[in-house]
């Protein structure tokens, strides 16, 4: 299927697959089933009644939702008025539901009472409250009592609004305007609502599908979302491709698998820690993937016997490197089967990127040196909401977004991770990038994943301390040994510590504040 042109509004690019190929499936979830048309007409409806609920341009839309076709309907309905929508992850608890809600008070919530056996209808109340919500629509139905709106009644007040009202609104949404609202992880302070345009999210779907091509794009999406991965890396693009996303909303490694091979996924795209879990479960029964026809992961580097597992599969492989406030990535590597760059670098600039590798006093530092990265592009997000000093401090005077991530331009035109500025810590006065060390200890045959962070040190300064996940036996004492052989002195870590699982974030990624506070604690000093 070719992709649509540059169109100025994700439900325009919706509309141009919804014409030409109807009847194909566009989003499944269990025995749920939509074609591009239907999708479309249930985009059009809830539109329709989020205007007539008095939602205008620029108003907030929370939506408490698993993946699955309702969040992405919602979230293009949605964006499609010029409205922005912001996702809450079901998983969260009532203070981490609470601080979107007041930061960026959305207008109407959309929200499910029941996940998983959980009940909402106290945290619902309590952000309904918080954030000053005008009304709150419930898929699993209404309550009276509480105040709560039923989906059914809801979607009924679209009928008094017409087609043309709607777009006629639409005429005048798109393009650089805010959609779309991403809470950062916080894992260094209070999250910040990341602000994202359409304009970019349409430009980066359609330049991910021009550099890694899948045909049929058949993807299976398990991902938060509240978390770009789950929109921007995954759902869009898939869409953008008219290819078909699979829902799953509770995440199960084994049953990603049978989803895999009932629904024949071509695109295979995930994390390193939960391919890891895949692969595990793959090992017990083997599943038929062999409609996968291309492999990537995104959010961290891969360790080296996930990579040699995966490339067994015998397909090609990608990787990119970027971040929320980017739209989604800065650096792509296209597919291939070369392991060497899959391991050891996230590829080059992306199309349409302007990178620079900056010292710390905003100088362009050489080839093979560390610097931190910097981006200019039309990716680039507009600015933390209600964040006038932060989104100032996130960008350079001449309009770089800065990354925080430290880097080195490798001499094929690569960039390869070394760190972030924070992490990166000075041991004898050396400085030391954890990245680095993690790299050479996932080379040990037995470490399969490596964290290294930084305690204070009366003699040094600062020390290293890493935590490993083995996939064989092997002593600490043998594996500093390793790193001994083939680091410098200063870099090697002074104490190791190995785990059977590291700790791990909402989104998959290790948990980095959780293992420092743990070190300083156990070995500080």
Wanted: contains cysteine; charged residues 25%.
């Amino acid at each position: 299927m070719p992709l649509p042109p540059r169109l100025a509004r994700i439900s325009d690019c919706l509309g141009w697959h919804a014409e030409r190929q109807p009847d194909a499936e566009a989003v499944v979830l269990d025995g749920r089933r939509l074609s591009y048309a239907q999708l479309a007409a249930e985009v059009d409806r809830m539109a329709r009644a989020l205007m007539a609920s008095g939602v205008g341009k620029g108003d907030r839309v929370g939506t408490l939702q698993t993946p699955s076709p309702d969040f992405l309907i919602a979230f293009i309905a949605t964006a499609s008025i010029g409205a922005i929508w912001a996702g809450l992850n079901p998983k969260y608890r009532r203070d981490e539901l609470l601080h979107p809600v007041r930061d960026c008070r959305p207008k109407l919530l959309l929200a499910r009472r029941e996940v998983q056996g959980r009940r909402y209808d106290d945290e619902i109340a309590a952000m309904r409250e918080a954030g000053g919500i005008e009304t709150v629509v419930c898929y699993e139905g209404g309550d009276a009592g509480l105040g709560f709106l039923a989906l059914a009644d809801f979607l009924a007040r679209a009928d008094t609004v017409t087609p043309a009202d709607l777009a006629a609104r639409r005429a005048e949404s798109g393009g650089r305007e805010a959609c779309l609202l991403v809470y950062t992880s916080g894992t260094t302070g209070t999250p910040k609502g990341a602000v994202l345009h359409q304009q970019a999210i349409i430009d980066f779907a359609l330049e991910q599908n021009r550099i890694w091509p899948v045909e049929p794009n058949r993807a299976l999406n398990y991902f938060p979302v509240n978390h770009v991965g789950c929109t921007v890396d995954l759902a869009i693009p898939v869409l953008m491709a008219g290819g078909c996303t699979i829902f799953l909303e509770q995440f199960d490694p084994g049953r990603t698998l049978d989803i895999m091979e009932a629904e024949r996924v071509s695109f295979w795209g995930s994390i390193p820690a939960v391919f890891s879990l895949q692969l595990a479960e793959q090992a017990k029964r083997a599943r038929d993937l062999s409609a996968v026809q291309m492999i990537v992961w995104e959010g961290a580097a891969i360790p080296q016997d996930i990579l040699g597992s995966l490339a067994g599969f015998g397909v090609p492989m990608a990787t990119n490197y970027g971040q929320t406030e980017s739209t989604s990535a800065m650096a792509a590597e296209p597919p291939g089967t070369d392991l060497e760059p899959l391991l050891n670098s996230v590829g080059f600039a992306f199309q349409g990127v302007e990178l620079r590798l900056l010292a710390a006093d905003g100088s362009d530092v050489p080839d093979g040196e560390p610097g931190e990265v910097c981006a200019r592009s039309g990716y680039n997000f507009l600015g933390y909401w209600n964040r006038p000093e932060a989104t100032a401090e996130a960008f350079t005077a001449d309009g770089y977004l800065r990354t925080g991530d430290l880097a080195v331009r490798r001499p094929d035109g690569r960039y390869r991770i070394v760190g972030r500025v924070r992490e990166m810590f000075k041991s004898g006065g050396y400085n030391v990038y954890p990245r680095e060390v993690e790299m050479l200890l996932e080379t040990h045959p037995a470490v399969t994943q490596a964290v290294v962070v930084a305690v204070p040190d009366p003699l040094w300064q600062e020390v290293g301390v890493a935590y490993l996940t083995l996939s064989s036996a092997a002593t600490p004492e043998e594996i500093l040994g390793y790193a001994r052989a083939r680091l410098a002195n200063y870099k090697v870590p002074k104490r190791l510590v190995i785990e059977a699982e590291l700790p791990l974030l909402p989104v998959g990624k290790v948990d980095r504040t959780a293992l420092r506070k743990r070190a300083v604690a156990d070995f500080a000093g």
